[in-house]
């Protein structure tokens, strides 16, 4: 049976997708690092990253798909297309996961996009393009920082020195665990960092609250929320808590408070508290840290997101004039710790994705990205989108994450229809 791409309606492709051998390998692969909880516990180049590695590589080669990996262990599953020497649509996400996370963040895009691959082959579609899955390696940087570090290193946006030399708790470098990583996983073809990419699709758990609560299966995401993080540090003086009066006092946590609870006022979000500003506390440290002492110095983080990069930078600006000007009579020093510019989808990519979900008749919404993913620096190196299902009660880097059955196939059919528009399309109406 063949199928040219172009002319294959949506619906025949999307009925090449399997739910039921989706959700198998899903709970498979979940079983790689499986906790007592319910959950996964998979951390990046560890034995169960590996052993969850060696899964997929298995499943790949049963099926005579190509594996490729790269120098910072970015595993890629290729499905040949007409014209080989065209850089591949690529689709996927990441295997790792948090010490106490779910089965379903990385994972669920990772095997979704295996899915289609299978689904293509079982429909015998004809495509241009190649059509590669990948799982990129160390998304979530809980072992290894930074996370993301598969994809930043394949886009240039880290240097893979840089990451190799990353140590973990125990002070393994992750250039040692790629290393086992390598040995592990043999005969894998090589694949240059940067190798050009024509089209990325990312599908993954939405990881939040608000598909669910509006009752949509499909969330059509428009670009990922930047953040900026700093570290505020308060400086005041340390005295008797019982003999110094209040006016004679440099106390540090009181000035901490008057510049919290004006960033609170300042950075309000004007729609209310359903708008899209977010701003995060979640550090706080005093010193001496005595009941009766007064405070002398107090510390905090803030963790500052926004999906439009001017609001965001001008939300950044306040947090600074904020901190220089409330502290006194104690002084405050405001270090920026991580600056991540908010990226907006292409709207081609964006409508392509709402066509897919729509000509599968299903209700979709359009909505930012609030966590971090892949898709961030993939879209520095060509046309880049994301699909989202729901999560139940919005929960993730939890055991409890969970998406249904029937969702994970929505998503799959979702991305099997874009995946197979870009592949048959891009060449033709997007050449730049
Ligand atoms: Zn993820």
């Known amino acids: 049976m063949t199928a040219v791409a172009t002319a294959v309606p949506a619906e025949r492709i999307a009925a090449a997708v399997q739910g039921e051998r989706l959700w198998q390998r899903l709970m498979a692969m979940a079983r790689y690092g ?25 499943w790949a080669r049963a099926r005579g798909f190509r594996v490729f990996g790269d120098a910072i262990g970015n595993l890629f599953v290729r499905r040949e297309g007409t014209d080989p020497s065209l850089p591949p649509v690529v689709s996927g996400s990441h295997l790792d996961s948090q010490p106490a996370g779910g089965r379903f963040d990385g994972a669920f895009g990772v095997l979704a996009a295996f899915e289609c691959l299978e689904a293509f082959d079982d429909l015998g579609l004809v495509h241009r393009h190649p059509i590669e899955m990948v799982a990129w390696t160390n998304e979530e940087g809980s072992r290894f920082a930074p996370g993301a570090m598969g994809s930043m290193v394949y886009s240039g946006a880290l240097p893979l020195d840089r990451a190799l030399d990353a140590t973990d708790a125990t002070g393994m470098s992750a250039r040692d665990a790629l290393a086992a990583v390598s040995a592990a996983t043999v005969d894998i073809e090589p694949r240059k960092l940067g190798t050009p990419i024509s089209a990325y699709l990312e599908a993954h758990i939405e990881q939040g609250p608000i598909l669910e609560a509006a009752g949509l299966p499909i969330g059509v995401v428009t670009g990922i929320q930047g953040a900026r993080w700093f570290e505020i540090t308060v400086e005041g003086a340390t005295a008797h808590a019982g003999t ?7 106390d540090a946590f009181q000035a901490a408070h008057r510049i919290i609870a004006a960033l609170n006022e300042a950075l309000a979000d004007p729609a209310g508290p359903t708008g899209p500003t977010r701003l995060t506390i979640g550090r706080f440290e005093l010193e001496p840290g005595s009941v009766n002492s007064v405070p002398a110095l107090a510390r905090f983080s803030i963790d500052l997101r926004h999906p439009d990069s001017g609001q965001l930078q001008a939300l950044a600006v306040r947090v600074e004039e904020i901190a220089a000007t409330l502290a006194a009579p104690c002084t405050a020093a405001c270090k920026p710790l991580l600056t991540i510019p908010a990226r907006r989808f292409p709207d081609r990519v964006v409508d392509l994705v709402a066509g897919a979900s729509q000509s599968l008749r299903l209700a979709s919404m359009r909505l930012p990205s609030g966590a971090f993913h892949d898709a961030q620096f993939i879209a ?22 969970y998406s249904s059955p029937e969702e994970i196939f929505t998503g799959a059919r979702v991305l099997a229809v874009a995946l197979a528009e870009l592949a048959a399309s891009i060449e033709s109406s997007w050449k730049a």
């Open 34 to 58: 499986e906790t007592a909880g319910g959950g996964v516990n998979r951390q990046a180049l560890s034995p169960e990253d590996i052993a969850a590695r060696g899964q997929l590589i298995g």
């Open 244 to 250: 110094t009066p209040l006016a004679s006092r440099r």
């Open 380 to 401: 520095e190196l060509c046309p880049t989108g994301m699909i989202f299902i729901p999560s139940r009660d919005g929960l993730s880097h939890n055991e409890a994450e």
